[in-house]
């Protein structure tokens, strides 16, 4: 049976060339960067080379970046950092109610510990509008933290002026942009951020490390204590390995970004068409036009998108409905919902995500396997 991946959005295959480059921490180079031997300065000299093009790629200085294990704790050592930093300061902060859970447990967690959280709404895109920020925020407000991209329906938000609504009032901005990185160019020598977090295993890297981006003169609370790694910022051995794979990946994607873009962003609007023109009564979740190439997420009318999703997956095509990390649970979208779509109507959801690796023939297998399946499910749905 034929095998296509379309759920880009949850994780990406590891690409070869980013295998090879890590091959060799895991073997002949295999030091821990803090020895002071010739084992620990090879890694401590490949670590901070991985740094400084990680850094260069967008617009940082290679001490403002931290590597981490991934976007979950990159967006935790950013928010309860803050929130520790600050809590003379002041206890609120402002973020929105589509974040990933990262995001919105770390800060469900701070509010029990006495923290005031705004949860902004999107409008019916999906976006978080800049003129919603400025009047949340207060005297006693410390952080603001949006997402860059929404890991369900794509949609990007304005962060340029959200970050310069937060600087102008003295307020420290995060931003996730574990959907980002990597897929839309990013200059942080210009974007008024101050935390950004990212992710290796969506840009086909591998699982298990990503980056926290740090201005320089923002202060942070550490989270987790031992070591002095990563400037007593993150203690913990380093993931070389890891690492070295996360600046392949970037490196590949500096230099087909943009390419890629183009490419999929096409193999996504055939898709659509194909769906829109065949298939009654479906709805796009998310922006038209600002949202990221490669994402999906429809509304099938009348259907269970569980559903939906086991027939294609019977059918070899892998998608997902809201975000990985929430699939399996039988709850509506959390962002489908914020975006005022109906329980019903966002239980009958799903996303498409497209990579690098499909071709306009997955698009027609996809699309032909769709029609059919919809048109049954439709036949037996006493939804419909
Ligand atoms: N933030 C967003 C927007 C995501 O999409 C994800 C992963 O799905 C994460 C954070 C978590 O990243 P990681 O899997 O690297 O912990």
């Not at 950092?81 to 929105?96: E, P, V």
């Not at 569980?306 to 649970?329: N, P």
Request: glycine content about 8%; hydrophobic content about 40%; overall charge negative.
């Amino acid at each position: 049976m034929r095998r296509i991946y379309m759920d880009h959005s949850a994780t990406t295959p590891v690409d070869s060339r980013v295998v090879e480059a890590m091959l060799p921490y895991m073997n002949e180079k295999f030091g821990n960067a803090s020895s002071i031997h010739s084992f620990g300065r090879v890694a401590k000299v490949s670590l901070e080379e991985a740094r400084e093009s990680i850094a260069e790629f967008c617009g940082a200085h290679a001490n403002e970046i931290y590597f981490t294990s991934g976007g979950t704790e990159s967006d935790n050592m950013a928010i309860q950092g803050i929130a520790r930093q600050l809590s003379d300061k002041g206890n609120h902060i402002i973020t929105s109610m589509i974040e990933h859970h990262a995001v919105l447990h770390t800060c469900e967690w701070l509010e029990k510990e006495g923290f005031e959280i705004t949860y902004l709404k999107p409008d019916e895109y999906g976006m978080i509008h800049p003129d919603a920020v400025a009047p949340a925020i207060r005297n006693d407000t410390i952080l603001v933290t949006i997402m860059h991209a929404n890991n369900e329906v794509g949609t990007i938000n304005p962060i340029d002026d959200i970050g310069q609504i937060s600087r102008e009032r003295g307020v420290v901005f995060h931003t996730d942009a574990v959907q980002t990185f990597g897929k839309i160019p990013i200059d942080l020598s210009q974007l008024p951020v101050d935390l950004m977090s990212m992710s290796g295993h969506k840009i086909y890297g591998p699982k298990g490390v990503g980056i926290l981006y740090v201005r320089k003169g923002i202060k942070l609370k550490p989270i987790t204590f031992g070591g002095a790694h990563e400037r007593n910022r993150r203690p913990g051995t380093e993931n070389i390995p890891g690492i070295i794979g996360l600046a392949k990946a970037v490196e590949i994607c500096e230099k087909q970004m943009i390419k890629d873009e183009v490419e999929i962003k096409k193999l996504r609007e055939a898709l659509y068409s194909i769906i829109t023109e065949r298939i009654p009564k479906v709805k796009l979740n998310g922006h038209p036009d600002q949202r990221l190439a490669g994402l999906l997420n429809l509304t099938f009318e009348g259907i269970e998108g569980e559903a939906l999703l086991l027939s294609l997956d019977l059918k070899g095509v892998a998608a997902s409905s809201g975000s990985a990390c929430t699939s399996g649970s039988v709850n509506p979208s959390h962002v489908l919902r914020a975006m005022g779509i109906k329980p019903e109507l966002a239980q009958s959801s799903i996303r498409f995500s497209l990579g690098r690796s499909n071709t306009m023939d997955d698009v027609e297998y996809t699309a032909t396997n769709l029609i059919e399946i919809v048109d049954r499910l439709r036949k037996m749905s006493p939804l419909a």
